[in-house]
């Protein structure tokens, strides 16, 4: 059974850059597509962006071009990097697995992992 | 963007009676391919969502038969027959017929 594990450093400060990795366990990240979504405290959720394990990629245009993904299938994980960040950035981060190859919607979700940016 | 519209923000239901969600889109969910690219999640307090049904009526593996979907290109909705304790969460929308994946803003369910 397939398990998504976030993580990365709980705080970035404004302006700088925020790095998150996704490790895929039970499972292979080939053929499946993998995004990102985020929920700041107390909101809805928000797709930040997607990555196939070819490595095509497409992002949400709210993000401003800020936004990059990249995969590693020979360590079963794939990451997000998102440049210049705010306050407004601050939430809690999800990976997810696209239902069935070629689908981007998600069924399996990691647990999230919060990110605050403060200066 | 596709907008996609829930209704009603919020909802208080008695266990063992039936609730009904709705979520509309700003433009029609069937795709070239023959098939509707929308789903129903909960998102129970603290917890990530979770996935309920999937291209508007197969219910995911382990949801419950109480829950049901229905709809077809712009209309949709989650039905919950008789509802429990622990259904309480928000429940969302989404489609994934174009890019960017968009969320309905979410119903919050509680239980009276």
């Known amino acids: 059974q397939v398990q998504l594990q976030e993580s990365g450093p709980g705080q970035v400060k404004t302006s700088e850059t925020l790095s998150l990795i996704c490790t895929v366990s039970g499972g292979s990240i080939s053929i499946y597509r993998w995004s990102w979504i985020r929920q700041p405290a107390g909101k809805g959720l928000e797709w930040v962006g997607r990555?196939?394990?070819?490595?095509?990629?497409h992002y949400n245009p709210s993000l401003n071009g800020r936004a990059s993904m990249s995969v590693d299938t020979s360590n079963n994980h794939f990451s997000l990097r998102l440049t210049s960040v705010t306050a407004s950035d601050t939430a809690v981060y999800y990976c997810?697995?696209?239902?069935?190859?070629?689908?981007?919607?998600?069924?399996?979700w990691g647990k999230g992992t919060t990110v605050i940016v403060s200066s | 963007d596709i907008v996609m519209t829930q209704t009603p923000p919020s909802l208080s239901v008695t266990p063992g009676q039936p609730a009904s969600i709705s979520c509309k889109s700003s433009q029609s969910l069937l795709h070239s391919d023959g098939r509707t690219y929308f789903y129903w999640y909960l998102q129970k307090p603290g917890q990530r969502p979770d996935l309920l049904i999937y291209?508007?009526?197969n219910r995911f593996s382990g949801v419950p038969d109480r829950f049901s979907g229905t709809g077809s290109g712009t209309d949709f909705t989650l039905k919950i027959s008789r509802v429990e304790a622990e259904d309480v969460g928000v429940y969302y929308c989404l489609q994934s017929h174009s890019l960017p994946l968009t969320f309905g803003g979410g119903t919050k369910m509680e239980i009276k």
């Open positions: 997810g697995r696209g239902m069935f190859p070629g689908v981007t919607a998600m069924d399996v």
């Open positions: 990555i196939e394990s070819s490595g095509n990629t």
């Open positions: 291209e508007v009526s």
